[in-house]
């Protein structure tokens, strides 16, 4: 199992509480307008599952539509960054773990093993210019859904795969189309559609980190194999 985090000094891999106001700023929302409750995310992001609600000053014209959220767990979070944010109509990706039984999870905690999360991403989005099949069209081309002991050259529970559903519909939505990507491949997809997890923001210093660190990253990409499973897989769809 691989430490992404050696290296970093402690005092990086706090929690620097910068991920939630930003997030606020960059949907335009004025501040305490994005919902927590009841979801274990108080002190964090905690959106209510399917939910981001916010308020609007307009006076004749329609208020628009609220920005949606969607959980997915495709390996390391540092990778299912870039396929998203890329995506016109995604507003933000904020890495994190989902599931489990542990409140507010530390990295270290999650790749020991035991808490019972994944390392997940989290994505907000307009669904007025994305809607969520395209979401699961992006998670699919960039996971190998038939590895259930990790992804690529991570393994542990903690980088298996899976589709955190917010809402009913997503959930209905989301096993529709596992079933068609089950019907391309001879092995059976093992990608497990999961309802009513939590989801909790990962530390400052793996938001972005494909940004922040561009060289370090592309290397690790590289190293783990991850495109040319890819390629191996979806041929002219793998994601990168």
């Not at 000053?57 to 870039?82: H, K």
């Not at 992804?151 to 997503?170: H, L, N, P, V, W």
């Amino acid at each position: 199992m691989r430490r992404r985090g050696a290296g970093v000094p402690a005092r990086a891999r706090r929690r620097t509480g910068t991920v939630v106001p930003a997030l606020v700023g960059l949907l335009g929302l004025p501040a305490g307008s994005i919902a927590v409750p009841g979801t274990g995310l108080a002190a964090g992001i905690g959106l209510a599952p399917g939910t981001v609600t916010s308020t609007y000053d307009g006076l004749d014209a329609p208020a628009p539509a609220p920005p949606d959220t969607a959980v997915f767990a495709g390996g390391c979070f540092w990778c299912m960054e870039p396929p998203y944010d890329a995506l016109d109509g995604v507003l933000a990706t904020i890495s994190g773990y989902a599931g489990g039984h542990v409140p507010n999870p530390s990295y270290e905690q999650v790749t020991a093993g035991g808490t019972g999360h994944r390392e997940a991403v989290m994505v907000v989005y307009d669904p007025a210019r994305v809607g969520y099949g395209e979401l699961l069209d992006v998670f699919w081309h960039n996971v190998d859904p038939l590895d259930d002991g990790g992804q690529f050259c991570d393994r542990g529970f903690s980088y298996t795969t899976a589709i955190f559903a917010r809402s009913e519909e997503q959930a209905e939505r989301a096993r529709a189309s596992k079933a068609e990507i089950d019907g391309r491949f001879e092995d059976e997809v093992v990608t497990p559609v999961v309802s009513d997890a939590a989801f909790y923001p990962a530390e400052e210093y793996h938001q972005d980190y494909y940004r922040k660190n561009s060289v370090r990253y592309r290397i690790y990409r590289w190293s783990c194999r991850r495109d040319a499973r890819l390629e191996e897989l979806w041929g002219e769809k793998a994601g990168h």
